[in-house]
């Protein structure tokens, strides 16, 4: 099949389709947006009454005088800050033995000792007890260590039992402290 159409026909075609497509997109997007305008006018009214009255109430209400409370109100008011206060005082110390115990302790250690744990037990029957747990290089530094904390104040009672020297090096030791 033979074209019969000139190339500078076949341009002049090709330009005019993308001008009508560009022409048709132009003019779908105006209606596009001309709906959408039409259609969100409602909604946009509607949101500026209800801010004109919220304004006009929240104006009224700050005309208003405040009732002054009465004592009943002032009695728990009064209450609810003293149990506010005693929560807030209660949290604010929780920790301070436990800050205060591990601090000793660290104070304390010496450099070729591993402490892998230390728990806190406060009981009726035994009262409070700390033990420690942990690994140390030989008996000799394991020793220095309990001197040491038997020498700290904070500590009435330092228990290390025998059976932690048993190993001559790489010892894994068990300490039981009461604190002062």
Same mark, same amino acid.
């Given at each position: 099949?033979?074209?019969?159409?000139?190339?500078?026909?076949?341009?002049?075609?090709?330009?005019?389709?993308?001008?009508?497509? +560009?022409?048709?997109?132009? +003019?779908?997007?105006?209606? %596009? +947006?001309?709906?959408?305008?039409?259609?969100?006018?409602?909604?946009?009214?509607?949101?500026?009454? *209800?801010?004109?009255?919220?304004?006009?109430?929240?104006?009224?209400?700050?005309?208003?005088?405040?009732?002054?409370?009465?004592?009943?109100?002032?009695?728990?008011?009064?209450?609810?800050?003293?149990?506010?206060?005693?929560?807030?005082?209660?949290?604010?110390?929780?920790?301070?033995? %436990?800050?205060? +115990?591990?601090?000793?302790?660290?104070?304390?250690?010496?450099?070729?000792?591993?402490?892998?744990?230390?728990?806190?037990?406060?009981?009726?029957?035994? *009262?409070?007890?700390?033990?420690? %747990?942990?690994?140390?290089?030989?008996?000799?530094?394991?020793?220095?260590?309990?001197?040491?904390?038997?020498?700290?104040?904070?500590?009435?009672?330092?228990?290390?039992?025998?059976?932690?020297?048993?190993? *001559?090096?790489?010892?894994?030791?068990?300490?039981?402290?009461?604190?002062?």
């Amino acid at each position: 099949m033979i074209n019969l159409i000139p190339n500078e026909e076949k341009k002049r075609m090709v330009k005019d389709f993308y001008l009508r497509f +560009v022409t048709m997109f132009f +003019v779908m997007l105006s209606v %596009s +947006v001309l709906i959408a305008s039409a259609l969100i006018l409602p909604s946009y009214f509607f949101s500026l009454i *209800g801010k004109e009255t919220i304004d006009t109430k929240l104006k009224l209400q700050e005309n208003e005088a405040i009732p002054a409370p009465d004592q009943n109100t002032l009695m728990i008011i009064k209450d609810l800050e003293k149990k506010l206060s005693l929560i807030e005082n209660n949290a604010k110390d929780k920790y301070i033995f %436990s800050t205060k +115990v591990i601090n000793e302790i660290t104070l304390k250690k010496i450099p070729n000792i591993k402490i892998t744990e230390i728990s806190y037990q406060n009981s009726l029957q035994t *009262g409070k007890k700390i033990s420690i %747990s942990g690994r140390a290089s030989s008996r000799e530094i394991l020793l220095a260590f309990r001197r040491a904390l038997e020498d700290n104040a904070a500590f009435s009672k330092v228990n290390l039992p025998i059976s932690n020297f048993v190993k *001559g090096s790489n010892i894994r030791f068990y300490l039981t402290l009461i604190p002062s």
